[in-house]
């Protein structure tokens, strides 16, 4: 996955705002109650709530 540095210092999770950070092929939430990991498809980022998994 290639996400370039300042894009992942503007994504943010679309359910509670939190940052997102980069692990293997998902971008993970770093809030602690939400928990949202978004899947990257050809180095773009599925932010959408409905394709999200919980960790």
């Known amino acids: 996955m290639k996400i ?6 503007i994504l943010a999770c679309p359910a509670c705002k939190s940052p997102l950070r980069a692990e293997a092929d998902e971008l993970a939430c770093t ?3 939400c928990g949202l990991v978004y899947p990257v498809r050809d ?3 599925v ?3 409905d394709e999200a998994r919980k960790a």
Request: hydrophobic share 45%; net charge negative.
């Open 47 to 49: 932010l959408l709530v």
């Open 31 to 33: 809030s602690e109650s």
């Open 43 to 45: 180095d773009i980022p």
């Open 4 to 9: 370039d540095d300042w894009l992942l210092e």
